[in-house]
């Protein structure tokens, strides 16, 4: 199993410990991802490649840390989506750190303490 693929193992048991988070399959990929309240927040588009889903609200909010973050990949179009490369175990907090604020946005109705994402 290579290291991203371990990464999104972890991070499906990790959500799965979540309040509000149900485990299921992905409306836009084949396999499972992680939704709330009805929506999918994250999901494994491609090797090395997981995409998350934060309200375009709270990406404006840490638009500078994520964007100057090589990790970070925003899509040309405004989205509430963007991909975030993982390579090795290293990058499993702060994509956790992403995936607790994806879900803590919608259980608590977009309040959020915002903070930079683990480093």
Known sequence: MKPYDQIFARLVQ???????VI?????WVDGLSVWVRGKEVLHYDAPGMIDIRLTR????????????DSRVIFRKVSSDWFWVRVSGTKDFPFVLDLLRLATTQRTQGGAVPIRRPHE
């Open 23 to 27: 485990i299921r399959p992905s409306r």
């Open 57 to 68: 609200r709270l990406i404006r909010d840490l638009e500078s840390p994520l964007k100057n």
């Open 14 to 20: 990790r959500a799965g410990r979540l309040p509000g």
